[in-house]
């Protein structure tokens, strides 16, 4: 009966590897369009997820701390991306600031601002930098370390056939 619990309890804490990719703005992307503050009501966002960035020649993507998101500064930028096609990791718990730095961008509601939450498990798995996958924009995907799959199918059949 010890084992059979034993492996349940593996069972359910192997999901907690998993990481999420989040579309910013879903199929529109970053844009000055969408309201990031409706945007990310109702997602949660942990360590380990990522955030893609997508979006044209006419914009960008700069991390800043509170004081520049609020005032919409972009000159002490603590990371700055051009690329039209930015993912970002999630790599500690706190409140992660982004805007568009093209003059009037922000100020019109350019910015998104992102509260992660520390992983469940004890060791997250490390999602890639760059998502070369044909997902559909909007589209939320899970980032897993294959061999977590693969033990999670295994301990599967074990408790099944030990039940």
């Given amino acids: 009966m010890a084992v059979?619990?034993?492996?349940?309890?593996?069972l359910l804490v192997a999901p907690a590897a998993y990481a999420v990719q989040h579309t910013v703005g879903d199929s529109s992307g970053w844009t000055e369009t969408v309201d990031y503050s409706d945007w990310v009501r109702g997602k949660t966002f942990t360590v380990g997820d990522t955030l893609v960035f997508n979006y044209g020649s006419s914009h960008r993507v700069d991390q800043v701390t509170k004081s520049d998101y609020t005032n919409c500064e972009?000159?002490?930028?603590?990371?700055?991306h051009s690329d039209g096609n930015t993912v970002i990791t999630l790599s500690k718990a706190g409140t992660m600031y982004f805007i568009c730095p093209v003059l009037g961008h922000c100020s019109s509601g350019m910015k998104l601002a992102v509260n992660v939450v520390a992983a469940s498990g004890t060791s997250p798995a490390a999602p890639s930098t760059r998502s070369s996958s044909s997902t559909p924009s909007g589209a939320t995907t899970v980032v897993n370390n294959g061999s977590v799959?693969?033990?999670?199918?295994v301990l599967g059949v074990l408790l099944a056939v030990m039940c």
Avoid: E, Q, R
């Fill in 4 to 10: 059979k619990a034993a492996l349940l309890l593996l």
């Fill in 74 to 80: 972009s000159a002490n930028a603590i990371d700055s």
């Fill in 149 to 153: 799959l693969s033990f999670s199918l």
